[in-house]
């Protein structure tokens, strides 16, 4: 797959001398085109840092960033603008330009670029159906509620067709309702247009939703990166500090405690694996009794996540595991003791 | 009498508003030029010429300013009395005024808005013409009327030194003739101009806050 934005040893900070702060602490990265990466982290680790990098608004101390092909870190003034109006961005705080109306503000990346006013106001109303904003296309932002601000500037990313959008806490203030929109809606033109968002959030539910991988972020470090499947059973194993669910925050310790702790094991199934009873296939080809202490299922973006707790019972369980090892994503015995 | 303050009131007025439209369209093209120029490494020279400038002229007393550009009033307007000639010096005067007063409008726009626009990937006159200036239009009608409310107190000084005018008529009446009711009047039109200039202004200025 064609490789569209590379971040190497990026080095940024705010302030001089004494004051210096390292924010960014030698990032490296790849993303090919079409994928949709999401990058967490708690409050202050850097994200929105991060994310004004990829289009220079932040200039790193060291490092390169490669887009598309061009190393865009060392290009000249004219070069970049031609490079940032590829990219779309929706800020954390929206960032709308107050003097004008809605449809003026979406249509505007547009009118700059040289399209006659009724064309891009035609693009505007159709995007604006999409996202339920047709009937405030002459408010001005300052009358808008904050979740009808975010999806003005999410319009506006995604107006000029870029190629890549970054989102900053897209739906840090919709409903839950809305938020499915919209990120329904990114999965669309995610998979229509073939363009690459990278989505920085602390909802898990954006991650799970619409994200192939994940960067961590923690004190300006990337602490993990790889697939979101990959992700959560770390988040769930309790691996990634302070972030996300553990799963022993979710299933009852009286439970577990009324079983013998080397019979209980934690069975991960992710992808086609979780359509198939091959837990039950197993189970009984060793005759084996199983008790599921916590099992759930989840929709993400590339296909279904399974988490199972379960308690067996039975001579051959070592067979047992060793059997199912290869039909599950994986097992293991749960370490959270 | 009468005539005359009808006159002077006139002039007055010419003055002002004549002075002000021209420090307007030079003085604010010369903020842009000090705000684009603060901000970028390329034209950080430019910046501090500006600013010099800037800085120098609005240093200079007025009554001092009209003293040292009498050879230059001289050869524009080619007298150094009258309203025109005024025009003039209070145009010099309030050209760095209007510039230092939009400067600083254009630094109170949002960090966050000029970022939007920046990863729109406008070009600099993009920026200016459809950003910078629709987004500070209140401010810069604030401004303006700040500029206007002290181009009457200036026009009063001018008048001293042959600008004609109110100023001029209550130094006349005033201080040659102890004719103390042509000052009375004189002051009380000078502040019926400047009320008038800020309840106008504020008005307008609110119908652009958004
Ligand atoms: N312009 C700036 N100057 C100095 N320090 C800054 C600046 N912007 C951010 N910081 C600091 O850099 C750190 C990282 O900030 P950043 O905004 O990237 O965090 P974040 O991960 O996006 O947090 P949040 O989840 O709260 O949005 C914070 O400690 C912040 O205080
Ligand atoms: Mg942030």
């Keep these: ?337 | 009498m009468i005539a005359e303050l009808y006159k002077a009131t006139f002039e007055t007025i010419y003055m002002i508003f004549f002075s002000g439209f021209l420090a307007t369209i030079f003085g604010i093209p010369l903020g842009v030029g000090l705000y684009m120029s603060s901000r970028s490494k390329k034209y950080n020279k430019v910046y501090f010429i500006l600013d010099t400038f800037v800085n120098v002229f609005r240093s200079i007393p007025f009554i001092i300013l009209v003293l040292l550009l009498i050879p230059l009033t001289k050869k524009v307007i080619g007298t150094i009395i009258g309203t025109n000639a005024a025009v003039f010096n209070l145009t010099i005067a309030a050209i760095p005024f209007m510039a230092r007063l939009s400067e600083n409008s254009f630094n109170n726009l949002p960090g966050g808005i000029v970022d939007s626009a920046k990863s729109m990937g406008m070009t600099n006159w993009q920026f200016v013409t459809k950003v910078l200036l629709p987004e500070t239009l209140a401010e810069q009608i604030a401004n303006i009327t700040v500029l206007l409310i002290n181009l009457v107190a200036y026009t009063a000084i001018a008048g001293a030194v042959g600008a004609g005018g109110l100023g001029q008529l209550a130094i006349n009446y005033g201080y040659y003739r102890f004719q103390w009711d042509a000052v009375l009047y004189s002051v009380i039109i000078l502040i019926l101009i400047s009320q008038g200039i800020q309840f106008l202004g504020n008005r307008f200025s609110n119908l652009f806050r958004r």
């Design chain 1, 1 to 337: 797959m064609k490789e569209i934005i590379r971040a190497e040893d990026l080095v940024l900070s705010y302030g001089k001398g004494n004051n210096r702060r390292i924010i960014l602490d030698h990032i490296n990265f790849s993303l090919s085109e079409g994928q949709i990466f999401g990058i967490v982290g708690l409050s202050g680790a850097g994200k929105t840092s991060l994310l004004r990098t990829f289009n220079l608004l932040n200039t790193p101390d060291s490092g390169k960033i490669v887009f598309d092909g061009i190393e865009i870190t060392s290009l000249d003034d004219v070069k970049l603008r031609e490079i940032r109006k590829k990219i779309g961005v929706v800020f954390q705080n929206f960032n709308l330009f107050r003097s004008k109306t809605v449809i003026e503000n979406i249509a505007f990346p547009l009118i700059l670029d040289g399209t006659s006013k009724k064309e891009a106001f035609k693009k505007v109303s159709a995007i604006a159906e999409e996202l339920g904003l047709s009937h405030r296309l002459n408010a001005y932002p300052s009358q808008l509620s904050g979740g009808e601000q975010q999806r003005v500037a999410i319009a506006r990313a995604l107006i000029t067709d870029p190629k890549l959008i970054l989102l900053d806490e897209p739906t840090s203030s919709l409903d839950p309702l809305t938020t499915k929109k919209i990120l329904n809606l990114v999965l669309e033109i995610n998979e229509r247009h073939n363009v690459t968002f990278i989505v920085v959030t602390h909802e898990m539910e954006v991650v799970k939703r619409i994200c192939d991988s994940v960067a961590f972020l923690k004190f300006g470090k990337i602490d993990f990166l790889g697939s979101t499947h990959e992700f959560f059973i770390k988040v769930e194993n309790g691996d990634i500090e302070d972030f996300g669910e553990k799963i022993e925050e979710e299933i009852l310790p009286e439970l577990i405690a009324e079983f013998d702790k080397n019979h209980i094991f934690r069975v991960i199934f992710w992808g086609e694996n979780t359509k198939k009873p091959v837990l039950w296939e197993t189970a009984k080809k060793f005759d084996i009794k199983i008790n599921i202490l916590y099992g759930k299922i989840e929709k993400f973006k590339l296909g279904n996540y399974g988490s199972l707790i379960i308690e067996v019972e039975g001579k051959g369980i070592e067979e047992f595991v060793e059997e199912l090892r290869n039909s599950v994503y994986s097992i293991e015995p749960l370490r959270i003791f």
